[in-house]
C-alpha cells in the first residue's frame, strides 16, 4: 500500500481509497465539499511523488504544472507526500454587500470581490465559511450587467454554509471565495442556435445568469426557460422572468407546478416533463439542465434520446454535502 505523508505523519493508503478518504479516515481534516472532482475545495500539492493524471482533470495547466491535484479525485500508485495550498493560492477576499430573501428558503447574497474575478455568468465558486468548510454556489450575475456577484443559496436542512448565510452572515462581513469554474455557461459561436434551460429551485441560479448573458450578447435563437417546483410559492423571480420575454420576443418563460394546486399562467407537471413534452425534437439545440440531480439526471438522458448532441448538453446537478456523504455510505455498504 502506498503511504501519504501529511504534516510530519505518514498514512497507509488502501486499494481503492482517495487522499481525502484517507486523511479522513485518519482524523485529518482536508476542505472539501462535493467528493466529485467538480468543486475543486479539496485542491492539495503534491511535494514528493507522482499524481495520476486524472487526480489533476479540470485544473488550470498553471496549477497542474505546480502539482496541485484534486485530493477526492486521487488514489495514489506510489508514496506522496502533500501540503494544502499556499495561503491565497485561487482565493479572492469579497465584502457582502446585500442579502435579499427571493423566497421564503432562498436568499441572493451579493458580494464586492477587492481584485478583479474573472468569471462567466453560470460558473460557479466556493464559498468559505472557514478554513475547512466550503460550498459551491453557481452565479447569476453577469460580469457586464451586474456590479456585484449574485448567488442565489438555498437553506438546506443542517446545512453547515447555508444555515450560517441565512442566519448569521452580515451585509458588511468579509468572506474568502474560490476562482470561478465550471462549463455551464454561455459561448456567443452560434448566435441562431435554439436554447433549451430547465432548473429546479435555486437551479435557477445559473440558467437566469446565463438568460441575460445571451440577450445581452444579441442571439437571436430561440430561448425556452422552464422552471420548477412543487408551489407556486416555492418559485421565484417570475416577475422580473415575465418582464424579460415581454422585452425579448425570442425569450420564453414557462413556469412549472408539480403540485396539486396550479393556478392559471403555469404549466402543471415535473419541470423536465414538460419541458420535453412541449419540445419533443431538440436535434441541434443546446440544453443547460441545472437543480435536483435526479431531474438533471433524467432530463440529461430525455434530451439526447430527443435528438440533443451530448456535447451540447451541460449539466450542473445541485448536490449537497449531505446528499455526497449518503452516496458515499451507499457506495461502501454496497
Not at 28 to 52: D, E, F
Not at 171 to 194: H, L, M, N, R, W
Not at 302 to 307: E, L, V, W
Request: aromatic content about 8%; proline content about 5%; some cysteine.
Amino acid at each position: 500500500m502506498p503511504s501519504i505523508t501529511y504534516g510530519g505523519q505518514s498514512y497507509l493508503c488502501r486499494a481503492q481509497e482517495s487522499v481525502l478518504d484517507c486523511m479522513t479516515a485518519h482524523g485529518v481534516t482536508i476542505p472539501s465539499s462535493c467528493h466529485s472532482g467538480l468543486c475543486q475545495t479539496c485542491l492539495m500539492q503534491a511535494v514528493r511523488g507522482n499524481i495520476p493524471a486524472a487526480a489533476q482533470a479540470g485544473l488550470k495547466n498553471t496549477l497542474a504544472a505546480q502539482k496541485y491535484f484534486l485530493a477526492c479525485s486521487c488514489y495514489p500508485e506510489e508514496d506522496i507526500e502533500v501540503a494544502l495550498p499556499s495561503a491565497g493560492t485561487g482565493k479572492f477576499s469579497a465584502t457582502v454587500t446585500a442579502i435579499q430573501p427571493l423566497n421564503d428558503d432562498i436568499v441572493c447574497l451579493q458580494l464586492q470581490t477587492d481584485a478583479k474575478l474573472e468569471y462567466k455568468a453560470g460558473q460557479f465558486i466556493n464559498l468559505y465559511k472557514d478554513a475547512f468548510t466550503a460550498r459551491s454556489y453557481s452565479l447569476a450575475s453577469v460580469p457586464d450587467i451586474d456590479e456585484h456577484l449574485q448567488l442565489h443559496i438555498r437553506k438546506v436542512p443542517n446545512g453547515l454554509v447555508s444555515q450560517w448565510i441565512h442566519q448569521a452572515l452580515n451585509v458588511g462581513d468579509s468572506i474568502d471565495i474560490s476562482e470561478a469554474t465550471g462549463d455551464c455557461f454561455y459561448t456567443e459561436d452560434k448566435p441562431d442556435q435554439s436554447l433549451l434551460l430547465i432548473g429546479t429551485g435555486s437551479g435557477l441560479a445559473p440558467l437566469y445568469g446565463i438568460i441575460r448573458d445571451a440577450l445581452a450578447q444579441g442571439h437571436q435563437g430561440t430561448i425556452r426557460l422552464y422552471h420548477g417546483s412543487e408551489t407556486v410559492e416555492s418559485l421565484y423571480l417570475a416577475d422580473e422572468l415575465r418582464s424579460l420575454s415581454q422585452r425579448h420576443r425570442n425569450f420564453v418563460y414557462t413556469p412549472c407546478i408539480s403540485g396539486s394546486m396550479v393556478p392559471p399562467g403555469y404549466a402543471s407537471g415535473m419541470v423536465a416533463d414538460v419541458a420535453l413534452r412541449e419540445n419533443p425534437d431538440l436535434s441541434g439545440w443546446r440544453v443547460f439542465l441545472c437543480g435536483h440531480p435526479a431531474m438533471v439526471d433524467n432530463a440529461k438522458k430525455q434530451a439526447f434520446f430527443a435528438g440533443a448532441s451530448m456535447r451540447d448538453i451541460y449539466a450542473d446537478p445541485f448536490k449537497s454535502a449531505l446528499q455526497n456523504n449518503a452516496a458515499e455510505q451507499a457506495q461502501t455498504a454496497a
